[in-house]
Structures are given as C-alpha cells and as structure tokens.
C-alpha cells in the first residue's frame, strides 16, 4: 500500500514490516570519560514498551563528533548498545581484542580532528515490558580522555566544532 498509515495494532494478519512507534532523544551538550570500560553515555538512552513480544526494535545512533587526543598517537573510542543489563549488537569476542557494537578511531591534528558515527541494530527483544536501552563508551587506548559532540580543543573559534547526536527506537512489527 502507498500513502497509509499503519495502525498503532499493527499490520493486517500476513503482513509484517510496519513501523509501530518510534522514539527518540537528542542529546546536545558534551560527554568525556577516560574509562577503560563501559560507562553510559548520559543522554544517550531511551524506553520502549513493544506492543507484541513477536515485534522487533531498530536501535538507531547517530553521533555527531567524537574525538580525543593524545601526543604523538591516535585514540580508539569504543561503543556498545545495551538492552537492560544486556551488551547487543557486539562483535566476536577474540584474544584481548574489544569486542563492542562499533568503534572510531581519532587522529592526531593536534586535537582538531575527530569523526562522525552511526550505527543500527535490530533487536529482538521477546517482551511487552517497558524496556530501555542505552549507548556506552570506553577508551579505548592508556585512559585518554575520549569526547562524544565536542572536539578535544573546545577553543572558542569558529572552527571548533559542538555538535548533537540522536538515539532512536522503532518499533517494528513482524
């Protein structure tokens, strides 16, 4: 069908693919942290309650700078979505290697540079309970301080970047 709106119920029996609700939050002021494991990212998170526990959820994020620095090396900001209590969406675990839903590696530019990132996953998340999801970070290189919507140097100057990232939840029927 073209030019209809799927009911908040769902699609007629046989059909699947519709989008039954989505929600989103937009996060505009800055994060750092220096940890070496998963901290939350605030801002970054947002609640479903899916309408069938059959329906699946499209985790969308999209960041719109991150950064970091360290002299004479690159830093390695680490990402993974969180269902709950529960890492999705990740990587095989190998050796020492981090295993995480995405990465972005930041070069030097002495603390000017840094990257854009966005990343999807669809979840199956078998409930009609209200349930929250969350993005988190770590450093992924000697403890640097990693940045998500600002650049390393926050200088006032018309080049230095502030930025906003979005975390989406689209409920999809199946």
Known sequence: KVNSIVPVGGLPSGSNGGIIQTIQTAKTDT???TS???TDVTGLSATITPSSNSNKVLVKVSLGFVSGYA????VYPHFVLVRGSTEIGKGDSSGSRTDCSFAVLTNLHNGYSGTGASFEF???PA???ATTYK???LSGYQNYTIYVNRMYN???QSYTTRAASTFTLMEIST
Do not use: I
């Open 71 to 74: 002299s004479n090396s690159a």
């Open 122 to 124: 669809l979840d199956s």
């Open 154 to 156: 926050d200088d006032n």
């Open 127 to 129: 409930t009609t309970s």
């Open 31 to 33: 994060f750092s942290t």
């Open 36 to 38: 070496a494991t998963f």
């Open 135 to 137: 993005l988190q970070m």
